[in-house]
């Protein structure tokens, strides 16, 4: 089954889990709010504009779509927006890396339903997402499969092995999404290493790619479902965003990298969000 709300509904629920990740991240003392916050356009456009399917009463159904959060240190985010689709209460949002919480600083598939893949260490996840999309296309489904990857993770030499195996495969059911938010851990991309322009250098590994605002609801939608319409190679968006977006000021500041806010701060925060 697919979620399919209106645009007004997918931008309340885009506010709604914002507010999940300052809260929880806050009430942690730890996590990555910023990384999480720049990813939500494309997380909610995919689980609630009729995008991905998925059922969370049955969360292995085999038919369903897989969504994979390849920058897994974004966990606040996957976590608030698998609570919003019914996999689990809201309220256990607070236990964010609390002990003996499921809820763990990084996703872990064996604990936490409609969790696909125990991500966190970068750049393992398109892998993982093209051992999905073999699997699916072997046992005769039409399942399609998401991966969403940092700009500073695609550094990572096993991502673009796995850029060259998918298009190998022909996986049409493979969907990558770099989550350009121009920073990284210790500063810019750019200046870290700098892969720009980066569309080009999928399409020249034989990928179909989009360039979107990656915080633009429509883009987001549009750019998702574009994406089914590819037959024989894969593809990916390259989501231009800004990394804590829209906390004024929290945009692009690299010393926010794996930081709460203090609860002064998030007060702040909600407020801008309304
Ligand atoms: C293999 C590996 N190396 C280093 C880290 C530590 N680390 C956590 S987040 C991060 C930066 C990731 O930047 P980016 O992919 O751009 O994600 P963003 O937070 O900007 O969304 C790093 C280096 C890690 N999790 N895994
Ligand atoms: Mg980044």
Request: glycine content about 10%; overall charge neutral.
């Amino acid at each position: 089954m697919t979620t399919t709300r209106s645009l007004a509904d997918l931008k309340d629920i885009a506010r709604r889990v914002r507010r999940d990740i300052i809260t929880s991240t806050t009430t942690a003392g730890s996590g990555h709010p910023t990384s999480s916050l720049s990813g939500v356009e494309i997380a909610v456009a995919l689980y609630f504009g009729g995008v991905l399917r998925y059922d969370p009463r049955n969360p292995h159904w085999p038919q369903r779509d897989r969504f994979i959060l390849s920058k897994g240190h974004a966990a606040p985010l996957l976590y608030a927006v698998l609570a919003e689709a019914g996999y689990f209460a809201t309220e256990e949002l607070a236990t964010l890396r609390k002990l003996g919480s499921r809820l763990e600083g990084h996703p872990n598939m064996r604990r936490v339903p409609g969790v696909e893949a125990s991500t966190g260490s970068l750049g393992q996840g398109l892998s993982l997402g093209i051992g999905h999309a073999l699997a699916t296309r072997l046992d005769g489904y039409d399942s399609r499969v998401y991966v969403m990857l940092g700009d500073g993770e695609i550094d990572q030499g096993q991502v673009w092995e796995a850029a060259m195996t998918a298009h190998k495969y022909r996986l049409d059911n493979l969907v990558a999404v770099v989550d350009q938010n121009g920073y990284q851990q210790t500063g810019a991309t750019a200046q870290v290493l700098d892969l720009r322009p980066i569309a080009p250098k999928w399409e020249a590994f034989g990928w179909f790619a989009q360039e979107i605002e990656g915080n633009d609801m429509e883009q987001a939608l549009a750019a998702l479902k574009k994406t089914a319409q590819q037959k024989g190679r894969p593809s990916v968006i390259v989501s231009r965003t800004v990394k804590g977006y829209p906390i004024t000021h929290l945009l692009s500041e690299p010393n926010y990298h794996g930081k709460p806010l203090t609860p002064e701060e998030a007060q702040k925060a909600l407020a801008e969000i309304g």
